[in-house]
């Protein structure tokens, strides 16, 4: 579809019904699905530390234990393995708000293990809709610009057409619909945030997404980093705690509907690698591979509705970013 053509696409009205005010300032009880997962472990740290109450829930099929090992001495937090998939245990824990960030996340599982990913992402966040219904719990839903596919138009607001071009972005696009659903036949009350590429500590470099994490390991053991395709690609990053502190702000507001979450600043792929290359004080150049199949050409963030609806911008330069997770990632001494 052409650019123009996209302009005269009808879409649904994002803002489902509630004015954005501050209401939930006091302590809560608080469930954070995929809680020991890299963005996950970074919202139950911040939430603990602001004196909630908070249930990390995770299978650990696709996250580390370690992310959240510190935290157990914390008398306001515990841990329960457990999968999204048990309606019953769900249920069970009966909270105020349910950040929902537990998912199947690569893109290339997605293409050759489609079931697995429509059961975690979906039949997962329908079981959570479910509890949030029974136990009149607010959710906070971590979505992704995946569903919109590659950019139609530059830059991308909530009310883009959805086109995702994996079975990872279908499922969090019928995941998206699902909260749409249980608000207007049920008034739970949530809130969609589809962030674009998040990057910081604690990012996996084995995940397809984590190009940050991928070619930061690379350049660091004096390997190239490998880029798909031209590097013309473009993508939108942000730094870990700023997307934190838009969770934080979601839950302090009644506004029911989906915002964006990024820093409305397109990176290309070959700048990025460059760049890396140049902050790990190396000299190599990266090499040329197949691009991948279905990739997303483009993507960057319209922010405005996060700054009008949330009060929330980045706070963090790109490059200060990079600069922090290069840095971290050379603590761990695991290159």
Request: hydrophobic share 35%; aromatic share 8%.
């Amino acid at each position: 579809m052409e650019a123009e053509e996209a302009k005269t696409i009808k879409t649904p009205d994002y803002g489902w019904g509630n004015e954005a005010k501050n209401v939930m300032r006091n302590k809560h009880k608080v469930l954070v699905t995929g809680g020991a997962g890299f963005i996950g472990s970074h919202l139950c740290e911040r939430l603990i530390k602001e004196g909630h109450y908070v249930i990390c829930l995770d299978d650990l099929s696709g996250t580390n234990f370690e992310n959240i090992r510190h935290l157990y001495n914390k008398e306001n937090f515990i841990f329960m393995k457990g999968d999204i998939r048990d309606k019953e245990l769900l249920k069970s824990l009966k909270v105020d708000v349910i950040f929902h960030l537990a998912a199947q996340i690569s893109v290339d599982k997605s293409i050759v293990e489609p079931e697995d990913t429509i059961s975690r992402n979906v039949l997962g966040t329908l079981n959570v809709l479910e509890a949030a219904r029974v136990n009149r719990s607010k959710v906070i839903y971590a979505s992704t610009c995946e569903v919109y596919g590659s950019a139609q138009l530059i830059p991308q607001n909530e009310r883009h057409p959805t086109d995702p071009t994996s079975a990872y972005g279908l499922s969090k696009l019928a995941a998206d619909k699902l909260c749409k659903v249980y608000y207007d036949m049920f008034r739970v009350p949530m809130t969609v945030l589809r962030c674009f590429n998040v990057f910081g500590p604690r990012q996996s470099n084995t995940s397809y997404g984590a190009v940050i994490a991928i070619f930061t390991s690379r350049a660091l053991n004096d390997k190239p980093p490998v880029i798909h395709g031209d590097g013309n690609q473009t993508r939108d990053y942000t730094y870990v705690d700023d997307v934190i502190e838009a969770y934080i702000k979601a839950m302090e507001t009644n506004f029911c509907g989906v915002v964006n979450i990024g820093s409305n600043n397109e990176v290309r792929i070959k700048d990025l690698a460059d760049k890396i290359i140049e902050m790990c004080g190396k000299t190599m150049k990266p090499v040329y591979d197949s691009a991948r199949p279905n990739d997303v050409m483009r993507a960057c963030c319209d922010n405005t509705e996060a700054k009008n609806i949330l009060g929330w911008t980045p706070k963090i330069p790109f490059d200060e970013g990079l600069k922090k997770y290069i840095e971290w990632f050379k603590e761990r001494g695991e290159l």
